[in-house]
Every structure is written in C-alpha cells, then in structure tokens.
C-alpha cells in the first residue's frame, strides 16, 4: 500500500493521462503490441509476496560491498572530470581492451578497432535492427526467441521468421528449407537472430556442427547473423563451443555480449563486435539514440578489470548458479508429473519446460499466482502464438530454497489441472467408446482433431525429452 | 463541499492494471472537484490505512475479485465508511455470473442457455459424464468461463467436443466454478446504467466491432487496436430501446446502485437480445465504455465522478443512525 496525499487544488485542465488526446499522434509501430492479458498478469508477478522464477536476473548479491566502494572511490579520485564528462561513442580504448580479454576468454580475438561498446546487449538488437531492417523486412529467429527482443523486432515492424530447435540448437534443415521458400517468394531475410550457448528461454546450446552449418549458410547466402551471447562463460558442465565469430572470422557475424552476466546489468554495459561497414552504421545510430554509453560505468568496469582476476568472480558465480540449476532439476523430476518435459542447460539462467497441450501456461500462471509464484508463459518467446504449453523457468535470480518452494508450488498447479483434465476425458473416452454415435454429429461439428495433428503439433512445439539427459 | 475522498485502485486482481488507470483517472476529476484525495493501492494493510486516513468516502476503482465482488464493501460498512458505487448484495450477485444469469433466468430476462459447474462436480460428482448431454443442448460453439473473472481472461471458445475439457482446465485456472454457455452469434454491445434524479437511465449503447475476423480469440479481441467501438451504436431505435430497458431492468433486479456496465448480445440469426453479465465496477479508463457513453450523453468525465461521489452508500454507523 502506498498512501500519497496532494494537495487539493490543481490546474482545471490538468487532463494528461487522457491519452485519447494524443492517439493520433502515435506512429504506426508503437501499436504493435504484445498480448495485454499476458502483461497484466506480469505485472503481478513482481509482487514481494511472490516467489518469481519469471525473471532473468543474475544474483549480484554476493559482489563485496567493500570492492565495489573501493572501485567507485578510485574511479571518482583518478578519473573524476573524464567520468563526468561525454565519451567518445565507441566507447573508451582502455574498456575495449578488457572487452579484447572477456572475448579471449571463450577463444574469440578480436581487434579493438572492431568494437563498439553498447548500453547493455539489447542495445545491439535495437542496433542491428535500427540499420538493418525496413518496415516488413524478414528477421529469423530461433522458436522459442529471446522474449526481450520480440517488441524490438516488433518496433521495427519486422516479419519474424521462427525456426524450430532441438537439443542441439536451431534445426539447419528447417532453417535451410525456410531460406529457400523466401528466396522463391523474393523476399530476402536481413539477418539470423541466434542466441547459441545456453539459449534464453530454451536453455539448449547449438552444436559444433551446426555452428559450422550456420556460418557456412550465412556465407552462401549473403546474410548476416547477429550472435548475442550473454550467457557464454556461465558454463556448468561440458567443454566450450567456439562463438560463431571465431568461425566466420568477422565476415557475416555481428556478435553481441554484456557484462550484465559477469559483473553486474547494472552498469549497463554491452558491446557488438561486427563486420566494419555495419559497425560504422551502427555507430551512427549510437549517436542518434544516446550518443555514449555511460562513462562513470566504463570507468568502473575498467578499474574493475584492473583490480584483479575478474575470472575469479565469475568462477563463483558459476558455483552459485550450478547449485541452483541441480536444486531446479532436481525439483522439477520431483514435483513435475511424467506428462511434462524440461531441457537440461549446461549453463545460462534458464530452463524451457512443456506441459502436455491442453495446459496453457498463460491460464496456469493465473492459476500458480494464487499460491504466490510465477514463471513466464511461453508464448512471450514467439511472435506467432505458439508456446501456449511451455515456461521458462529461470534459476539463477533467486536462493536455493525458493526454487524448491517454487517448483513445488507450480508442480502441484500443473498436476492438478492434469489430473482434472484426465477426470473430464478419461470418463468420456469411456463413454464414448461403450456407445460409439452418442448423438448425431451437426454438419458444424468436425471429428475430433486427429492424432497426427497433435503429434505434429507436438513436434512444433516440444524439444525432445530431455529430463534424463546426462 | 470538499470531501476527504480515499481512492481504492489496484489491488490483487488481474485488473490491477486496468484499475490502476481508472483509479489515477478519477483521482484526477475528484481534484478538479475540489476534493482531497487520499490514493490508496489496495494490500493487507488497507483497514489500517483507511483508518489512519479517516476519509469522508471510499472512491472504489478496484476491478476484479475482492473490489467488485462486495469484499471492500462488507469492509468498508463494517468500518463505518461511505463509499461508492454498489452495495455488498448487488456486487456478490453481479460478479458471479452464474448466480446473475439464475436472477436473470428466473426473472425472464433472456440469457443466452448455460450450465455451470465447480470443481467437486467433477471431482466428486462424475459431472465429466453429462458433458455430451450438455454439448448437445449448447450446441457449438459452446463459451467456457471462469464464474467469477470481470476481464476476458479464461474465457475460450470451444469448437468441438475436443476443445471442452482444455477450455474447462483453463477456466478452473480463474474460478472453482465455471459456465458453458451458448455462444451467441452477433453484435456485441454495452450499455452503462447511472442513477439520475428520476431513477436508473440508460446511457447511448457502445457497440464493440472486432477489426479482425478471429472471434474465438477472446483476449486478442479487447487489446487496443484490434476492436473499434462505436457510439451511440447504430442499430434500429426499437432494439436500442429494447437493449436500454433490459439492462435498467436488470440493473434493478440485481440491486445495482449509482453506476453499472450490463454487456449483451444482439443475435444475427434472429435479432433476439440477449444479456450475459452486468459488472458493478465497469472500467474509468480513457478507453474504457463507461465513460464513453456518459460523453456520448453530454455527461463529462468530471460530472460523471461527481454523480458517483453524490450517490455514495451511506456510511453505517451509530452516529450516523
């Protein structure tokens, strides 16, 4: 409850939060929009009361608070007119340099000349899209997408085009096959969004192979790929893929990371290393949207750097995050009903988990907030309203504990609406098998739909199962 | 007279959102009015807040389980405090669609045909078995909805038999109970009842028309864009007249007071009305349909929260007697 009390007189024609007034004036792009059902229920999700697996955020509560003091005074003692002041828009040599050290650390080199440093990763897909698409233009993306980057896309009226994933990443023979089908129309897509390591919400990481697949279509092809790789050192189990840069060597690859996963999301701070003619692009359109990124943070970051083994921090955050995604899956194969299937991320935040089709996970989130959790609907990661039956569930933004209480709470949501879908369909499959025509079928009235659609539909919309994956 | 008025918005529900707006809105008026406003997001320390904060009345722009359905209210008379809109009775039979449609029914108001079931008639009773016999009474398409939700969430159309058990599981998501309901072909209109000198009026109908043809997309239809609405509707003067004094009608025999929102349909076959809920809280957005027909009848935003705040529910009290 919050309780402000104005005082009581106020201009007569105060009438700003009538919007009617200025309808007319807003563009075409602002009216797409996402389902208003789904954020009014997201907007529940943020209450104290709730324990939210919805959110992407990494825990930043273990950063000392005696380093960050420390950081924050050298920066104000050594750096102080130049941390106050505007930056050059690429952003400041120095912090390019420990970007150059972040990227040799997953086997990428990159000359600092072919940087740009971004307030946060989201800015590069704001970027990309900024100088890349016209209204109607064909973006690919993988099925499900990156939630955050749907209005992005959307605001630049893209036409989404999702290709469906597996366990290995996004599937190159649907990938091959859509390419070929927009070529016969005459439509040629901009670009290919992927997210290859630990990928937000589906929690699976693209294969070696496919990594090669997808640089070698992209060479073939003329199409730029905008890797976004937030998540790649956050790896728990397994060896290190190369980043699809490292492959294609800076030919087709715009590559996008962040320090929000590493250090902190709240210096928002990102970079894009890209082919050099769409880096200056790029660079222009920095500067029509915030000129530079913030130089107290790159300070910061940059001293930070200075300070010591920043892998050590990062080390421990992969402790932290590992305890928690075992504590998930464990909950999960606990608490989940057999009908339910989960990816098995080897890093990143997240897990993508599938209910049997009759669940939409929108209603169910209605449902799993009366007994205070929350999660986020799969439809968020399409454009084209599949999804309705996953969630993503995220593990790294809140304690051991609360992923158990949380996973417990929503298994026991989800096993009671399977166990009242089976007491309506189970009593009629009987029913209807004793007596066969129980009544005449109307002309309106299709068969039932058949069982190769589901399975189909199945297919669209499930990785495989992977609950016991090794 | 300048009141101390406490605005009761946002809440728990999933109108939070929606109610959020109305509140801030009527907040907005009820400061032009002169009035004090104390703006209070409704939690579990609202007794202790209207306590500290004494109002004169409770503004209530709460939508949705809890704020319409008599809760605040049976708090706020419990506290010995005027507020506005509804008393307790009309808003627990308006905000149960289930038991409104009985009223309806047995009044002889038409609604469209229905049944309704909670969770233990499946559970307990076998009610699962009746389906066929109550698909075929329907006739499809068949709505599924949550008893109690004031938005379109849970409410889904089911084509087929196939669709029913789904569309129940997510209904059952919002409510222990839930109605099948036949769905009506046709006009979809509103029409917003106040309570003028003379009595309940009825306000010029708004006419929702979806832009697209996907109609079985419940939530896609009432998000901005997708729906346009029309008003004064343009529909003949006998049916319009006819659609006003159902909705006065059922107004009275739900026991609404102040302001209300009673939604019907107008049926393409046969050009039969008929009326499918009232909501005792009807949104005060900007898009919302309320103050739409209240402008259409030359009853500005401000006047219309002035008639509200005049019609409030007496405090209960002993000093008041």
């Known amino acids: 409850v919050t309780i402000d009390e104005s005082p009581g007189s106020r201009p007569p024609r105060s009438t700003a939060r009538d919007i009617e007034r200025y309808a007319a004036l807003f563009a075409e792009r602002t009216k797409v929009m996402k389902s208003s059902a789904m954020r009014d229920l997201m907007a529940l999700t943020e209450r104290d009361d709730v324990i939210s697996l919805a959110g992407g955020l990494p825990d930043t509560s273990t950063f000392p608070a005696d380093s960050y003091a420390a950081l924050m005074g050298?920066?104000?003692?050594?750096?102080?007119?130049?941390?106050?002041?505007?930056?050059?828009?690429?952003?400041?040599?120095?912090?390019?340099?420990?970007?150059?050290?972040?990227?040799?650390?997953?086997?990428?080199?990159?000359?600092?000349d072919d940087l740009l440093v971004t307030t946060g990763g989201q800015q590069v897909i704001d970027l990309v899209c900024k100088v890349l698409l016209d209204p109607g233009d064909v973006v690919v993306a993988e099925a499900p997408t990156y939630p955050g980057a749907v209005p992005t896309f959307c605001a630049y009226q893209a036409d989404v085009v999702q290709i469906t994933m597996d366990r290995?990443?996004?599937?190159?023979?649907?990938?091959?096959?859509?390419?070929?089908?927009?070529?016969?129309?005459?439509?040629?897509?901009?670009?290919?969004?992927?997210?290859?390591?630990?990928?937000?919400?589906?929690?699976?990481?693209?294969?070696?192979?496919?990594?090669?697949?997808?640089?070698?279509?992209?060479?073939?092809?003329?199409?730029?790929?905008?890797?976004?790789?937030?998540?790649?050192?956050?790896?728990?189990?397994?060896?290190?893929?190369?980043?699809?840069?490292s492959i294609?060597?800076?030919?087709?690859?715009?590559?996008?990371?962040?320090?929000?996963?590493?250090?902190?999301?709240?210096?928002?701070?990102?970079?894009?290393?890209?082919?050099?003619?769409?880096?200056?692009?790029?660079?222009?359109?920095?500067?029509?949207?915030?000129?530079?990124?913030?130089?107290?943070?790159?300070?910061?970051v940059t001293a930070y750097f200075e300070e010591g083994p920043w892998e050590d921090y990062v080390r421990s955050l992969i402790e932290i995050y590992r305890r928690r995604r075992d504590v998930m899956l464990d909950s999960l194969a606990e608490q989940f009903p057999r009908e339910a299937e989960w990816t098995h991320p080897e890093g990143g935040l997240f897990i993508w988990a599938t209910l049997p089709d009759y669940i939409d996970t929108?209603?169910?989130?209605?449902?799993?907030?009366?007994?205070?959790?929350?999660?986020?609907?799969?439809?968020?990661?399409?454009?084209?309203?599949?999804?309705?039956?996953?969630?993503?569930?995220?593990?790294?933004?809140?304690?051991?504990?609360?992923?158990?209480?949380?996973?417990?709470?929503?298994?026991?949501?989800?096993?009671?609406?399977?166990?009242?879908?089976?007491?309506?369909?189970?009593?009629?499959?009987?029913?209807?098998?004793?007596?066969?025509?129980?009544?005449?079928?109307?002309?309106?009235?299709?068969?039932?739909?058949?069982?190769?659609?589901?399975?189909a539909l199945a297919q669209i919309l499930r990785l495989p199962a992977n609950r016991r994956a090794s | 007279v300048s009141l101390r008025v406490a605005v009761l918005k946002g809440g728990r529900s999933f109108e939070r959102q929606v109610s959020l707006k109305s509140g801030a809105r009527a907040e907005d008026a009820l400061r032009r009015l002169g009035h004090e406003v104390i703006s209070i997001d409704v939690g579990a320390d609202l007794v202790t807040h209207l306590t500290d904060a004494a109002p004169d009345v409770a503004f209530i722009a709460l939508h949705g389980p809890?704020?319409?359905?008599?809760?605040?209210?049976?708090?706020?008379?419990?506290?010995?405090?005027?507020?506005?809109?509804?008393?307790?009775?009309?808003?627990?039979?308006?905000?149960?669609?289930?038991?409104?449609?009985?009223?309806?029914?047995?009044?002889?108001?038409?609604?469209?045909?229905?049944?309704?079931?909670?969770?233990?008639?499946?559970?307990?009773?076998?009610?699962?078995?009746?389906?066929?016999?109550?698909?075929?009474?329907?006739?499809?398409?068949?709505?599924?909805?949550?008893?109690?939700?004031?938005?379109?969430?849970g409410i889904k159309f089911a084509r087929t038999a196939a669709d029913v058990p789904a569309a129940l599981v997510a209904a059952f998501s919002y409510d222990r109970k839930v109605l099948l309901e036949r769905h009506i072909v046709g006009r979809d209109l509103a029409v917003s009842v106040v309570d003028d000198d003379g009595g309940p009026r009825a306000l010029p109908i708004v006419e929702a028309v979806p832009k697209e043809e996907d109609f079985y997309d419940f939530e896609a239809r009432y998000e901005i864009g997708r729906t346009s609405f029309v008003c004064p509707a343009d529909i003949e003067p006998t049916v319009a007249d006819r659609a006003a004094s159902l909705a006065v009608e059922v107004y009275e025999l739900l026991g609404c007071s102040a302001f209300a929102r009673v939604d019907l349909m107008l049926e393409h076959d046969t050009g039969e009305l008929y009326v499918l809920e009232a909501n005792a809280i009807p949104g005060l957005t900007e898009t919302s349909l309320l103050p739409q027909a209240a402008e259409a009848a030359g009853i500005g935003f401000d006047e219309l929260v002035a008639r509200i705040l005049a019609a409030s529910q007496p405090a209960i009290s002993s000093e008041v007697g």
């Not at chain 2, 319409?68 to 708090?75: F, M, P, R």
Request: charge should be neutral; include cysteine.
């Open chain 1, 74 to 112: 050298k920066v104000a003692a050594e750096y102080c007119a130049r941390a106050l002041q505007y930056g050059p828009t690429e952003g400041f040599a120095p912090l390019k340099r420990c970007i150059q050290r972040v990227m040799e650390a997953e086997g990428t080199s990159i000359d600092t």
């Open chain 2, 66 to 153: 809890e704020g319409e359905d008599g809760t605040v209210q049976e708090l706020l008379e419990a506290m010995g405090i005027a507020y506005t809109g509804s008393g307790v009775s009309a808003c627990i039979r308006a905000s149960d669609k289930v038991l409104a449609k009985h009223a309806m029914r047995d009044r002889g108001v038409p609604t469209p045909d229905f049944f309704a079931f909670n969770e233990t008639a499946f559970k307990v009773l076998g009610a699962a078995q009746a389906l066929p016999a109550i698909e075929e009474r329907l006739d499809f398409p068949i709505v599924v909805k949550p008893a109690g939700q004031g938005s379109a969430l």
């Open chain 1, 248 to 300: 294609d060597r800076g030919e087709y690859v715009i590559y996008a990371s962040t320090f929000s996963k590493i250090l902190s999301p709240g210096v928002r701070l990102g970079w894009t290393a890209a082919p050099r003619p769409v880096l200056q692009k790029m660079m222009i359109g920095k500067q029509s949207s915030d000129l530079c990124s913030s130089s107290i943070a790159q300070f910061f």
């Open chain 1, 362 to 455: 929108t209603d169910l989130l209605a449902r799993a907030l009366r007994e205070n959790v929350a999660f986020v609907p799969g439809r968020a990661a399409f454009v084209d309203g599949r999804g309705g039956s996953s969630m993503r569930l995220n593990f790294s933004g809140v304690g051991e504990d609360d992923i158990r209480e949380g996973i417990r709470r929503i298994g026991e949501v989800v096993r009671e609406q399977v166990g009242l879908y089976g007491t309506l369909t189970g009593v009629r499959a009987v029913s209807t098998a004793a007596a066969p025509p129980a009544r005449q079928p109307a002309a309106s009235d299709p068969a039932p739909a058949p069982r190769e659609d589901a399975a």
């Open chain 1, 168 to 245: 290995d990443g996004m599937r190159m023979d649907e990938l091959a096959d859509t390419l070929a089908q927009l070529e016969r129309d005459g439509r040629r897509p901009k670009f290919i969004y992927t997210v290859p390591n630990f990928h937000n919400p589906a929690g699976v990481t693209m294969s070696l192979e496919r990594r090669h697949e997808l640089v070698r279509i992209a060479h073939d092809r003329e199409l730029l790929i905008l890797e976004d790789n937030p998540y790649g050192l956050l790896r728990y189990d397994g060896a290190p893929l190369p980043t699809l840069r």
